[in-house]
Every structure is written in C-alpha cells, then in structure tokens.
C-alpha cells in the first residue's frame, strides 16, 4: 500500500473510530433512558421504529448529497444533524415529552445517520482507486470494524458507568461534546479523492438519474438484489436485538438500576465486534465464497438468538450475546467487500444507501412488532421471534450465491486483486 492509500485508510480509521465513540456513549443505556422518560416497552421501539423510519425516507435524499456534493459534505451534515438532536432528545427527556414528539426527534437523527450511510464507505473506495490501491478491500473495512469495536467498547462501557454514578441523561452531554470534536476533525481531515461533484443540474435531474442508477445497479443486479432483500430480514433484527438486550439483561440480573451492566453488555457486543473484524483475514481458510460465510453467518446468529431466548440465566445470556454479536461483525466487512465490489462508483454512495434502505425499512416493520411481543410475553419470547425473523435472510442469501458475482470469491495472499469498477 503506497503512501497516498496508508493516509486514506488512516483517516477513514480515524473518523470511523472518532464517530463510533461519539455515538456510543448512549448505546448502552438508550432504551432505559427512553423507559425513564416515561415510555412504555412498545413506545420504546416504536420511537426507535421511528428512527428508522427516518432512515427510510431521507435514504435516497442524502445518497444525492454524497454523489452530487461529495462525501465529505455529507458526513458533515450528518455529524452536524446527530448533535442537534443530541440535543433534543436530552431535553425531552427532561421534560418527560409525549411521544408524537419522540417519534419527530427519533426520526430527524435517523436523517444524522443517513448523511453518514455509504457515503464514508464510498469515500473510501473512491480515494483508495485515485491512490492506484489494488488488493481486496475486506481487510480494509475489517480494520474499521475493529476501530469501531474499541470505540463502542470504552464508549459503551463509559456511558453506562457514567450513567450509574450520575444519571441517564449525563452520556448524552457526552455524546454532544464528542460529536463537536468529529465535526472539526472531519472537516480539516477529509477530503473528497477520485471524486467529482456533479454541477449545472438541477436536483430534481439529480435524484431522476442517481436513483435510475440506484435500480439499474442495485436492483437490477441480482447478487445486490438478493443481498438487499436478505438485508430487509435482518436489519431489524441487529437493533432490535442489541437494545433489547439492555433491560433483558437487566431482568435477568434483578437490579433495574444498575446501569453499568447495561454499558458492560454493550461492550461485550463491542468486544465481539473487535474480534469479528480480527477473524475476516483467516476466513478464506475455512471460506471460498463470501456468500458462504454469510450464510454461515445467518445460521450461528439464529441459533445465538434463539438460546438467548430460551435458557434465560444472565450469564449464558452474555455467552450467546457475545457468540452472536461475533457472527454478525464477521459478515459486516465482508458482506461490505462484496457489494462494492459490484457497483460502479457513480452509483456506489447511492446503492449503498438504497441497501441501508431496505435494512432500515425491516426495522420499522419489525421494531414495533418485536417491541409488542416482549410487552405482553416477555422478552424470551421476543428473541425467540427474532432468531426466526434472522432465518428468513438465509434463502436470499443462496440465491446470490447462486448468481456467481465476480466479488463472491475471496482471494488470499499474492492473488489478492479488488478492481472498483
């Protein structure tokens, strides 16, 4: 890796620790903040719905931004988003808001999250190719998935210690200081390489051609299809399954104040996540297809789930928290490495937003959903729903495998070779 593509990765490392950090502060903590607040379990995850319904409408606005601004505008209108709303959700909980007004908040920082969805991605493999890097990009991304695991790891933790010493809302100050610092990094750090904002058209051109562009490469294509559509499955399995698991474990533990458990669960998520990143550069040992270890991905995290479920004693409950949140953070980058390796760059930031589209449109069906069986049955139940919601994944998945995408083989050593198109 010459000096130009060393600074890119760096930086890309930098923001997406940076970020992670910034974020994670409340991740421990937030559906017991939204409990305090004076929401029952269903409006918990309802608001959280919200948020991703937010992500489902503002999805293919902002991928216009990163493909017609630049990528670097839209991770800082995203940084920017996230602290305004920071900022209200702290105020609503203050207040004790109603829940239309939850509902609002949550779905403007669903909008943060969209600024930032495939545009960072597509900077990266955009200022990679201009760099002349050429080798495959799953250890690349596997590095920022480890980045981002010690960040949710000490920010998770942090939070939820924090937390338990003062009170739900003091990680949230915290999250709005963080946010301040990634905006200033980002904005003397990042710049967009390999990339030239579209000008002269207007936006309504604009949104007519990139999202033309979106179906011809995202839906058209039947490796991307498939993967969306097993996406739409288990996006609203991974939030709801990790938020979830904050008063579960809590339930489970027979102290609903203790707080610093909550960010301790967290953080095994986050743990896992560091070694899920660490396990991808030994997959093409057990591996030859991407799409296989995906598959094998679907099927450990179902099982995970459906134990979770079932044994209902806290520390086996931590066993298979951390067992599922390991298959799911080794699929993460290589499941990232073989849609890019697909889309051409002019459509990547929008594709890649239309597919965190179709993860974030099964969380708003499924949240709500979810969120009402662990009311009325107990959360067992609702894990037990999830395991076989995250199973529905496992047929689309074959079927792209079926499709024999050119970035399906994962190669090793000196044949290693990733052509962005």
């Known amino acids: 890796m010459n000096d130009a593509a060393t600074k890119i990765v760096r930086t890309y490392i930098s923001l997406t620790l940076l970020s992670t950090f910034a974020s994670s502060f409340i991740w421990g903590i937030n559906t017991l903040f939204l409990l305090d607040a004076g929401l029952s379990i269903t409006e918990a995850f309802a608001a959280n719905a919200f948020f991703t319904v937010g992500q489902v409408i503002?999805?293919?606005?902002?991928?216009?931004?990163?493909?017609?601004?630049?990528?670097?505008?839209?991770?800082?209108?995203?940084?920017?988003?996230?602290?305004?709303?920071?900022?209200?959700?702290?105020?609503?909980?203050?207040?004790?808001?109603?829940?239309?007004?939850?509902?609002?908040?949550?779905?403007?920082?669903?909008?943060?999250?969209?600024?930032?969805?495939?545009?960072?991605?597509?900077?990266?493999?955009?200022?990679?190719?201009?760099?002349?890097?050429?080798?495959?990009?799953?250890?690349?991304?596997?590095?920022?998935?480890?980045?981002?695991?010690v960040a949710m790891l000490t920010g998770t933790v942090a939070g939820g210690v924090i937390a338990q010493f003062t009170n739900l809302g003091v990680p949230y100050l915290m999250r709005i200081a963080a946010l301040l610092v990634t905006f200033s990094l980002a904005f003397f750090l990042m710049h967009d390489e390999g990339f030239k904002a579209k000008k002269g058209a207007s936006l309504k051109d604009e949104v007519r051609d990139i999202v033309s562009g979106s179906i011809?490469?995202?839906?058209?294509?039947?490796?991307?299809?498939?993967?969306?559509?097993?996406?739409?499955?288990?996006?609203?399995?991974?939030?709801?399954?990790?938020?979830?698991?904050?008063?579960?474990?809590?339930?489970?533990?027979?102290d609903p104040n203790s707080y610093a458990v909550a960010g301790v669960s967290a953080s095994i998520v986050a743990g896992a996540q560091i070694v899920g990143g660490m396990l991808v550069k030994y997959s093409s040992r057990i591996f030859r297809l991407r799409t296989s270890l995906l598959m094998a991905s679907v099927v450990i995290s179902s099982v995970a789930l459906l134990v979770i479920g079932l044994v209902g004693n806290f520390w086996?409950?931590?066993?298979?928290?951390?067992?599922?949140?390991?298959?799911?953070?080794?699929?993460?980058?290589?499941?990232?490495?073989?849609?890019?390796?697909?889309?051409?760059?002019?459509?990547?930031?929008?594709?890649?937003?239309?597919?965190?589209?179709?993860?974030?449109?099964?969380?708003?069906?499924?949240?709500?959903?979810?969120?009402?069986?662990?009311?009325?049955?107990?959360?067992?139940?609702?894990?037990?729903?999830?395991?076989?919601?995250?199973?529905?994944?496992?047929?689309?998945?074959?079927?792209?495998?079926?499709?024999?995408?050119?970035?399906?083989?994962?190669?090793?050593?000196?044949?290693?070779?990733?052509q962005a198109t």
Do not use: C
Request: aromatic share 14%; hydrophobic share 50%; no cysteine.
């Open 216 to 254: 011809e490469f995202g839906y058209r294509s039947a490796p991307i299809r498939w993967m969306m559509i097993a996406g739409l499955f288990s996006g609203g399995v991974g939030i709801f399954g990790f938020y979830a698991m904050q008063p579960y474990l809590l339930e489970l533990y027979g």
């Open 316 to 418: 086996l409950v931590l066993v298979f928290l951390a067992i599922w949140a390991v298959a799911w953070s080794a699929s993460v980058p290589v499941r990232q490495a073989y849609v890019n390796g697909i889309v051409p760059s002019e459509q990547r930031a929008t594709v890649l937003s239309a597919d965190n589209l179709l993860a974030s449109l099964g969380g708003v069906i499924s949240q709500p959903g979810l969120g009402r069986v662990a009311e009325v049955w107990g959360y067992p139940a609702s894990y037990v729903a999830t395991s076989a919601l995250q199973l529905l994944a496992m047929p689309f998945v074959a079927l792209a495998k079926r499709d024999n995408a050119r970035s399906d083989k994962i190669k090793h050593g000196e044949d290693q070779s990733f």
């Open 58 to 149: 503002f999805e293919v606005p902002t991928g216009v931004v990163a493909d017609t601004r630049g990528r670097r505008t839209s991770f800082l209108l995203g940084t920017g988003t996230l602290f305004v709303t920071t900022v209200l959700y702290l105020w609503l909980w203050q207040v004790k808001g109603p829940f239309w007004a939850w509902a609002v908040v949550s779905a403007f920082l669903g909008l943060g999250f969209t600024f930032f969805s495939g545009a960072i991605e597509a900077w990266l493999v955009d200022g990679l190719k201009a760099a002349g890097y050429d080798g495959d990009l799953d250890p690349v991304f596997a590095q920022g998935s480890i980045a981002a695991g």
